[in-house]
């Protein structure tokens, strides 16, 4: 999944950040109880878009992925 340097990072409040479903992509590699927990508490605030992104890049790198069907469910509940 590809996205320009423009897209990686955000800024609010003059300080900048990586956005979430690019440091949750990176969290998945990793099943630990502390990336679980920031999965949990970030996926409700992820927008469709970011939510999409983040289910279609798990799906390049491990089809298999628990948080795939997570991610499936919010993005199709979602309005």
């Known amino acids: 999944m ?13 300080v900048p950040f990586l956005r979430p479903e690019i440091v949750l992509l990176y969290k998945a590699s990793e099943l ?6 920031d999965f949990a508490a970030v996926r409700p605030q992820l927008t469709q878009t970011a939510t999409q992104w983040l289910r279609e890049a798990l799906e390049v790198i491990d089809p298999r ?4 069907p997570r991610l499936q469910s919010s993005f199709t509940s979602s309005p």
């Open 2 to 14: 590809r996205r320009s340097l423009a897209e990686v990072g955000a800024e609010r409040g003059g």
């Open 32 to 37: 630990s109880p502390k990336n679980e927990a």
């Open 65 to 68: 992925h628990p948080w795939v």
